[in-house]
């Protein structure tokens, strides 16, 4: 009989270039160098090793990139180790070890309907991926697309009210919460198409359809009820949450597959905006297709797929030319 051990994987690296990041200064590396001298990043290495034998859990960095004079490059590369935790590290790479942590995931549900504290989670993951992971590069639109999944999902979550609940039928107010007016249904004003105020109550709320809601379009065709399907991409139920990559990938696609939904399903109605913003495709899709800008997304591998000549652009996924992130275990 042969004796076997166990296979246990204790330790995850994550690997990937990055564009923007600040200079590491003589002080934040051993403090040996002359003065003005620095590391511009190009490649971070991040080993996440889980507690094993006695040995507390721990992360590690390792930050290659070129030389610098004060802010001018120099010549050679070097690659500059950190340990000891993320707590003795520059501010910005102990951010880059907390966002790309295995550990940080977002919460799981296990139901269909997603509650609010998970919902306010997930609006909180997406607001740290504007704020902290996107290159300075990055195309405003993506920045504009993923913000307004943030607002959605809190929308979403503020709405979210126990089963039993019986909303009103011309707005988003609970019925019976109008200051006490058990009356409000009788005393609803008509619907006005884009009125704002609930008449009853003398507040904001949107007015639709019984039982319907309209939703909200941007400029750029992504409304807030594409919340449900960004939600969808990375909600995961059971233990297999996905990680940080993962869920930065999905909503990747998600996005993209939203965009190519809405640019197929809707036009430009407007009469009077023609011209605004004329280096975007999803503000102004009449104007002429020579002046699509057709950006690459190089941070995140996205870019315009259609020929000269359409009006709105869709997205493919491309391999990343500045981020990729390689996984190890």
Same mark, same amino acid.
């Given at each position: 009989?042969?004796?076997?051990?166990?296979?246990?994987?204790?330790?995850?690296?994550?690997? @990937?270039?990055?564009?923007?990041?600040?200079?590491?200064?003589?002080?934040?590396?051993?403090? *040996?160098?002359?003065?003005?001298?620095?590391?511009?990043?190009?490649?971070?290495?991040?080993? @996440?090793?889980?507690?094993?034998?006695?040995? $507390?859990?721990?992360?590690?960095?390792?930050?290659?990139?070129?030389?610098?004079?004060?802010?001018?490059?120099?010549?050679?590369?070097?690659?500059?180790?950190?340990?000891?935790?993320?707590?003795?590290?520059?501010?910005?790479?102990?951010?880059?070890?907390?966002?790309?942590?295995?550990?940080?995931?977002?919460?799981?549900?296990?139901?269909?309907?997603?509650?609010?504290?998970?919902?306010?989670?997930?609006?909180?993951?997406?607001?740290?991926?504007?704020?902290?992971?996107?290159?300075?590069?990055?195309?405003?639109?993506?920045?504009?697309?993923?913000?307004?999944?943030?607002?959605?999902?809190?929308?979403?979550?503020?709405?979210?009210?126990?089963?039993?609940?019986?909303?009103?039928?011309?707005?988003?107010?609970?019925?019976?919460?109008?200051?006490?007016?058990?009356?409000?249904?009788?005393?609803? *004003?008509?619907?006005?198409?884009?009125?704002?105020?609930?008449?009853?109550?003398?507040?904001?709320?949107?007015?639709?359809?019984?039982?319907?809601?309209?939703?909200?379009?941007?400029?750029?065709?992504? *409304?807030?009820?594409?919340?449900?399907?960004?939600?969808?991409?990375?909600?995961?139920?059971?233990?297999?949450?996905?990680?940080?990559?993962?869920?930065?990938?999905?909503?990747?696609?998600?996005?993209?597959?939203?965009?190519?939904?809405?640019?197929?399903?809707?036009?430009?109605?407007?009469?009077?905006?023609?011209?605004?913003?004329?280096?975007?495709?999803?503000?102004?899709?009449?104007?002429?297709?020579?002046?699509? $800008?057709?950006?690459?997304?190089?941070? @995140?591998?996205?870019?315009?797929?259609?020929?000269?000549?359409?009006?709105?652009?869709?997205?493919?996924?491309?391999?990343?030319?500045?981020?990729?992130?390689?996984?190890?275990?």
């Amino acid at each position: 009989m042969t004796n076997q051990t166990a296979r246990t994987p204790y330790a995850t690296k994550i690997r @990937y270039g990055i564009t923007g990041a600040p200079i590491l200064t003589e002080d934040e590396m051993d403090g *040996s160098h002359a003065p003005g001298v620095g590391v511009r990043p190009s490649v971070i290495e991040l080993v @996440y090793s889980a507690a094993r034998a006695g040995m $507390p859990a721990s992360v590690s960095a390792a930050v290659t990139g070129e030389w610098t004079r004060f802010g001018r490059p120099a010549d050679g590369q070097v690659t500059v180790h950190f340990a000891g935790g993320p707590d003795g590290w520059p501010g910005w790479l102990a951010e880059e070890a907390r966002l790309h942590d295995p550990a940080a995931v977002l919460p799981a549900t296990t139901d269909q309907t997603a509650g609010p504290a998970a919902l306010r989670g997930a609006a909180d993951f997406f607001e740290r991926t504007l704020e902290h992971s996107l290159d300075p590069g990055s195309d405003p639109r993506y920045c504009t697309a993923v913000r307004d999944v943030v607002l959605g999902l809190r929308r979403k979550a503020d709405e979210t009210q126990p089963a039993e609940t019986e909303r009103c039928a011309h707005c988003t107010h609970p019925k019976g919460d109008h200051d006490g007016r058990a009356d409000h249904r009788a005393n609803h *004003s008509p619907l006005v198409a884009g009125d704002p105020w609930c008449h009853a109550c003398n507040a904001p709320c949107d007015h639709t359809a019984v039982g319907a809601r309209q939703a909200t379009e941007t400029a750029h065709g992504l *409304s807030v009820q594409h919340a449900d399907a960004l939600w969808d991409a990375i909600a995961v139920p059971g233990p297999d949450r996905p990680t940080y990559p993962q869920q930065h990938q999905r909503v990747c696609r998600a996005v993209r597959e939203i965009l190519e939904e809405t640019a197929a399903a809707e036009t430009h109605a407007c009469d009077s905006c023609e011209g605004v913003d004329p280096d975007t495709c999803f503000n102004n899709p009449h104007r002429p297709p020579e002046q699509c $800008p057709r950006s690459e997304f190089d941070g @995140y591998g996205l870019q315009c797929q259609k020929p000269a000549g359409h009006n709105l652009c869709t997205f493919e996924e491309q391999p990343a030319a500045h981020r990729a992130v390689t996984r190890q275990d």
